[in-house]
């Protein structure tokens, strides 16, 4: 260990300066030692013999001549077994933990371990002395929650290792010796079941990186129907504020079909966390029957808790993921809001008196978000399996204005595009995403043409809706007029879904191709209708069927009743059907 | 300890530097000038410079006066010596009273760890449909008021403190006019409220700095009653002056401006006060009503954009009454899934008739010929406006539900309403005929 030694020549917000001898390292993790408490700080720049660090804590108290102590690593997270149901804040302190510890307060200066150390899990092992190992090897298993934890070949072990022995099945804490490996040179190494990795690099123990296809289903119809979600995929939810972009996320937290979620509250609010945490062990898991936080891994950096690790908070959630895809699982990493997390970064820039890019946003500021973003991906494994993360964040642009710069560098890198409107929230739209200014590059579960026949349904009603308000209602045709109200139509019963109804609020994609087929017959139907008043009362009424056909369950008697109903509002008017309309709907048979 | 340091090196704004050994980050100090004594906060140490923030402003400083650091961070006495009192950005009394000592507490402290807080369940009545219908009132929950100058937003504000069932009440007040500091204390007093009220008053003539303080002081004492199990109810108005502050005090120290001139950190600084709204588990409870004028009528400005980012909803008030659009609470779904069946759908159905009758109205001042329907939600609209809208109108929920239906009743079929048929079985009143408006 080099001699190294430093001490506070400077304090600036949460910025320190460092005047220090000895050599350090870039993103080097140092403690300023300050009134007896040890506040954790990262090394942003290195000049001369002065260094600057962030402090990951509120600065006030600490004092110029404050002693530094140096920890010759970067930003890292503990990787094992006991993540799964935790809830950590940006640096991966477990927060009821804390709590316990601490009372109501977070104080600064207060870390503790990720992992439990005192808990036991009963390890398998796999590999058998002599096996030759690669970073990221299975080399045996713990059962965690109802996963199988695959214990690995710590991903820094570069290179061909032999493993030398291997402990039996048994009773294990996460830092006992499980096993020994010895490279080419003979040089031996200790396993154990945890082990860390820096949080700024990715994860790349993988054969190949694959297109993500298969459609990650949401149960929102809007999302899977029309601007699909694929596993290992991206997107972003950008919106005012308002506009629902973290109920839409919660929602998505619930119903997603994949086998973990990572929740990312970067910035946000306190109170949106709580729901989540107190809420989720309360609800099952319709794929598992088991509570629904035993998937669930909770990051928690909210507003008012010291910037800087509001920066690190999204690197240990996509960290922690990728640990998980690595065995194979599929891992859904919702992010909310990217934006803080930029401002974040603006903040240190300012106090690092670089020069400031577009809104005083630092010049790599598109770079550093494709890098993220690019975190994302399906992958083959070394054993065959595939595994996932995918990265949904939200973004909260200034002023509701999409042309920011966090918004176009996001938009730049991601597969899907949900962007909230402000003019559909207020309408009480739900879910907010505008259907004519959103987009998605995956494939989704009902086939691509019969989604676009629907969406330019959509199109074309908010042109004659347009051009009503420049001639009039009695200057429209009434075949216009009708194409106006199907849009309408399709919009009240589908794309709006009510999150708090307990029917309406996640809809199985089996039920969404039925309803789907449905609202076509009724798109693609010529009707005869008299004039607009007829047209409207009839759509009006209608909606009323569908509306209370969306709340009922599959089971219930209000279900057929309101499909009956549907069905005889339908066959009065005579409906016939073009040849592109039974197209269609055959497509979807 | 409380070493005196008698050169001043460097005047710029309000920020003055020393030369000092041993001071820490945030520490106090006291400069005494010809004019009096100040209180300065120290913002940032270089070696050994310490650039120090003066309270009173540095207006007639000169370089060779006085400065001496009290060891300490700003503290605000805490006790229940405070109910009834009045002091200022500085946290001296206002109101003739003795300065109060004991029980010294430090203000701006670290956050509640999310892990302690619990959902918010229980409704806050104020007897504004606007408010208890369609966005309900939450406590523990952060709501701004956005409005512009001139509108009776701190008569709005006023009149929730005083309907409101809470034990406290603390007034934060930023570069308030004089007369509305005088209309609170009036208001509060007349209501019966003054001796369960503790103000905080920075007035348009006091020194930029102490405006700063406001909200921490009120926060910091907030937070003590709230862990000693008491409601409190805190307003601060107006947040825009707090956020001017902020810029002015950013600019003249040379920091890189964001947007409009505003910091960077302008979010975080919104945020780590109005995240202090909590309801603690097992204590008491902070709520947080805030006023903030929006500049030039504008949501896009980076004040009550940010806000909007941080608070739990927003109400707009706007030509003298809550307006349906864009007002939000964020947290009403918690408490109002419990109150009445109907209360939901009736909060989501009649602003979207509302919304279409909006339409309405452009379509009807283009010229257009009205429809039946048209007609139809003209009624509505204007009926809405008088019998929801109207600041004057003081009900209970449970009646502006009633109301809300027979409002329904009297312009619509009830398929028009798009409201749940179990619902309108239930609820639609019985024998009331649509006055048809369609007939002229």
Known sequence: MSQKSGRVVAVNGNMVSIGFQGNVAMNEVVYVLSKGKRLKSEIIRVKGSEAQAQVYEITKGIRIGDEVEFSEEMLSVELGPGLLGQIYDGLQNPLPEIAEQKGFFLESGVYLRALSRSKRWSFSPQAKPGDILRRGDCI??????????????????????????????????????????????????????????????????????????????????????????????????????????????????????????????????????????????????????????????????????????????????????????????????????????????????????????????????????????????????????????????????????????????????????????????DARKYPAIHPLDSWSKYPGIMPKEVVAYAHSFLERSSEVEAMMKVVGEEGTSLEDYILYLKGEFLDAVYLQQNSFDPVDASVSPERQKTMFHLVLEILGADLALKDKDDARGWFYELRQSFLDLNGAAEDGDLYQSSLKTIRETLAARNPRYGSEAKNMLLRLE | MNKLYSHIESIVGNVI?????????????????????????????????VYLQVFAGSRGISTGDEVRFLGHPMQVSFSDNLLGRIFDGAGSPRDGGPGLTDNLIAIGGPSVNPYKRIIPREMIRTGIPMIDLFNTLVKSQKLPIFSVSGEPYNQLLARIAMQAEVDLIILGGMGLKYDDYLFFKDSLEEGGSLAKTIMFVHTAADPVVECLQVPDLALAVAERFALKGRNVLVLLTDMTNFADALKEISITQEQVPS???????????????????????????????????????????????????????????????????????????????????????????????FSSYRDTLEKKSMGFQMSAWDRKLLKYGELFESKMMDLSVNISLEKALDEGWKILASCFEPRETGLRSELIQKFWPKGMVQTEAAAG
Not at chain 1, 221 to 228: A, E, M, N, S, V
Not at chain 1, 361 to 383: N, Q
Not at chain 2, 288 to 299: E, F, S
Not at chain 2, 308 to 336: A, C, D, M, W
Request: with cysteine; net charge negative; proline share 5%.
């Open chain 2, 259 to 353: 947007n409009r001139g505003y910091p960077g950190d302008l979010y975080s600084q919104l945020a780590s006060r109005y995240e202090k709204a909590v309801d603690f588990d097992g204590a008491g409870s902070i709520t947080t009503l805030a006023v903030t004028t929006m500049p030039g009528d504008d949501v896009t400005h980076p004040i009550p954009d940010n806000t909007g980012y941080i608070t739990e909803g927003q109400f707009y008030l706007h030509g003298g009454r809550i307006e349906p659009f864009g007002s939000l609470s964020r947290l009403k779904q918690l408490v109002n899934g419990k109150t009445r069946e109907d209360h939901r759908a009736i909060m989501d159905g009649m602003i979207k008739l």
């Open chain 1, 140 to 425: 045996g298993s713990v059962p965690e929650l109802h996963f199988t934890h695959k214990i690995m070949l710590p991903f820094d072990f570069f290179g061909e290792w032999t493993l030398a022995d291997i402990v039996p099945a048994g009773e294990y804490g996460v830092e006992d010796a499980i096993a020994h490996v010895r490279d080419q040179r003979g040089v031996e190494r200790e396993l154990r079941m945890m082990f860390s990795w820096p949080v700024k690099r990715a994860v790349d123990c993988y054969v190949e990186r694959l297109k993500p296809k298969q459609p990650m289903v949401t149960k929102t119809r809007i999302i899977d129907t029309f601007f699909p979600v694929a596993k290992g995929g991206t997107y972003c939810i950008p919106g005012p504020f308002g506009a629902g972009k973290t109920v839409l996320q919660q929602v998505t937290s619930r119903n997603a079909d994949v086998d973990i979620v990572i929740l990312a509250a970067c910035g946000e609010r306190a109170g949106e966390v709580v729901e989540t945490l107190k809420e989720f062990p309360q609800i099952s898991d319709p794929r598992t029957g088991r509570s629904l936080m035993e998937r669930t891994i909770i990051i928690c950096n909210t507003s008012s808790m010291p910037v800087a690790s509001r920066e690190a908070s999204v690197y240990t959630a996509v960290t922690i993921a990728e640990y998980y895809r690595q065995m194979g699982l599929d891992v859904l990493l919702l992010a909310d809001s990217t934006s803080r997390w930029a401002q974040a970064m603006r903040e240190m820039s300012g106090r690092l008196e670089e020069i400031p890019g577009e809104e005083a946003f630092p010049a790599y500021l598109e770079s550093v978000i494709a890098a993220f973003y690019e975190r994302a991906g399906i992958v083959r494994l070394a054993d065959g399996s595939y595994g996932s993360v995918t990265i949904g964040g939200t973004v909260s642009p200034a002023g509701g204005n999409f042309e920011e710069p966090v918004t176009q560098a996001t938009l730049k890198v991601v597969g899907a595009f949900h962007g909230l409107s402000r003019e559909r929230s």
């Open chain 2, 17 to 49: 530097s020393v030369r000092a050994e041993g001071v820490a980050y945030g520490e106090l100090a006291e400069v005494t000038s010809r004019y009096g004594v100040s209180l300065a906060e120290t913002i940032r140490l270089d070696k050994e410079l």
